[in-house]
């Protein structure tokens, strides 16, 4: 391994260096960083782009969506109790189902962060520290 491909090994948690560390060293470290960002860049914005849309999905239905499905409720000869009732559960699920959507976004970054670092541990130290 080259001395750039060293610069991690300095900042283990039993390293002497860690403490004090030289402008170098953080210009090293800093670099092998942003390297593997960039080489991961795609799943970082795919990542980004996901929780975008779960979030704004999530605002659109509570500001657009559930108002407009009210408002048609009303209109119609349906009794308060029911409406109340079907409105309820419609929200419920709803819930459930961007709270699945949520989850699964989070199952997949903590997988992609997972191989991060797996990507992060191999380039750095060999591969041989958790």
Known sequence: MDNRGSAFDKFRRN????SDPTAQMLFDYEEHYMRLVK???G???FINDMH???TQEVKNFYANDLPTIIKKLEAEPIADDVRREWLKHLEQHMNKSFDMSGHFIDVLTTK???EF???LREKTFGGSVR
Request: aromatic fraction near 6%; glycine fraction near 0%.
């Open 15 to 18: 390293s002497p260096v860690r």
């Open 39 to 41: 080489s991961y860049r």
């Open 43 to 45: 799943e970082i914005e």
């Open 52 to 54: 975008t849309t779960h």
């Open 112 to 114: 992609k962060v997972e």
């Open 117 to 119: 670092n797996a990507a």
